[in-house]
Structures are given as C-alpha cells and as structure tokens.
C-alpha cells in the first residue's frame, strides 16, 4: 500500500459507542472500518449499502441464520483445522475462501449487478470480523470450542460462546476501548496489520489458541482480565483489515 491510510484514524478523539449484545463485536469491527475511511470511500459504500448501515452490515448473516433459504451460508462462517495442523486450501465453502471470493467480486465491481456488491459487502463485514474471533478458526473434534461446556461466572455456558460475546458483555468492551488500545499501538505494528494476505489472518488467530483453552472448568476473573485485551486486539485488526479491503476496492 502507497500510504498508511489507517494512521489518521488513530488521532481520532471519538465518543464512547454502545451496542445491542450479541452483535456487539461485529457491530464494533464496523464502526472501526468506518473510522478509518476516507469520506469518499464510506459514500461509495454506503451507496451500494442502502439504508443499511455499516454495523447492520456487520450482522445481516448472523441474523439470517434461521431462515433455511440461507442455510447454505452457515459453514461460510468458520474453518476447521485440527490441533497441530496446517491449513491447507481447499475448495470448500469455508470463512478464508469467501472471503477471498468476495474480496474479488468487489474487485471487479465494474462488471457486477449492483446486487452482487450488495450482497459481497454484507458477507466481508460479517465474516472478516469472524476469522478473527479464534475459534471460527478452530478444532473440528470440539466443533470450535461449541462443545467444550464449561462455567462462566458460575454461569452454564460453552467455550465458543465465552469469546464471541460473553466477554465483551462482562467487560462491557466498547469502541473507546479498541481505540485507546489502537492509539498504544506502534507504527511497525499497525503497518504489520495492513497486510492483505486472509491466511494470514487466519494463522495469526490460530495462535492464540492455546491461550483461549488455557483454563479451569469454572472460568474465573484471572481468565477474563489475560483475554480481554487479547479480544480488543482481534477487534481492532479486523476493523483495520475491513477497511484495508474497503479502502482498496472502492477509493477512486
């Protein structure tokens, strides 16, 4: 990339933003791309977009999940490679390939019904945001941590489900929390981040793994105080990279 686009964002002084639970990582991710762009990026997008929003973007697949027309969506949201493996590509349906698909279809937006772009935008804001929460990209022996029971709080709850919202809810992470972490961030590391390579997104969530199944069956403060800014970090690299792919497909 010719210019570090990203490094104005940091300077950004922002007010605190809350969200609905549940969505409130996606939701997050998508306020950080948009902080990033340029305004001409951001009308450009918002124009195939419509009334919809950045952060309702960043939800629409989860929220689709119940109906069967979009059942063919579900394994588009994760990618399964066993402790001690590599990944290795393949044709399947899975979060690094549609991501990659979808980043080219915005590529060539020029030859695309206004639909498809729709429709690729919507995947991209949900599932880039996915491949950063660890275990989307996890074991397929625990279908990505879905099996692991375990206490949260003293409350009954999954491993899978501690990550993708039940510590942002308890810590009440907010976008002024991503950002305070952004702004301590160095130069060579948000310049690492603005890489465009997906399995290295990939790879690079696969590595906190140990670290997200390092713990006791009743998961207690001393876990959440390690991983919660190990899940602002994931937070902020997704936003970062969101807005890499806006930034890239839809700058003039």
């Given at each position: 990339m010719k210019k570090l686009f990203i490094i104005l964002f940091f300077s950004l002084l922002l007010p605190a933003s809350t969200f609905a639970w549940g969505a409130k990582g996606h939701k997050i991710i998508a306020a950080i791309a948009k902080q990033c762009l340029e305004k001409q990026v951001v009308d450009s997008v918002q124009k195939f977009l419509g009334v919809m929003s950045f952060e309702e973007a960043s939800v629409w697949m989860d929220e689709v999940r119940g109906q069967h027309e979009y059942d063919y969506l579900k394994p588009w949201h994760y990618v399964n490679v066993e402790k001690d493996k590599t990944?290795?590509?393949?044709?399947?349906?899975?979060?690094?390939n549609q991501i990659e698909i979808y980043i080219?279809?915005?590529?060539?937006k020029g030859v695309r019904d206004k639909e498809n772009i729709y429709f690729a935008l919507k995947v991209l804001f949900h599932l880039i945001g996915d491949l950063h929460q660890p275990l989307h990209c996890g074991y397929k022996a625990d279908k990505g941590g879905n099996e692991v029971e375990l206490q949260f709080l003293k409350r009954k709850t999954n491993l899978h489900k501690v990550w993708d919202t039940e510590i942002i809810e308890e810590e009440n992470i907010s976008l002024s929390d991503c950002l305070t972490l952004a702004n301590k961030m160095s130069a060579e590391e948000k310049k690492k981040i603005q890489n465009n390579n997906v399995e290295v997104w990939m790879n690079e969530a696969r590595t906190l793994l140990p670290e997200v199944y390092n713990f006791e069956e009743n998961i207690k403060q001393d876990y959440i105080d390690k991983n919660k800014p190990v899940i602002e970090k994931q937070l902020v690299r997704a936003g970062i990279r969101l807005a890499m792919v806006l930034h890239q497909t839809f700058k003039k």
């Open positions: 990944y290795v590509k393949t044709k399947d349906p899975e979060v690094v080219s279809v915005l590529k060539e």
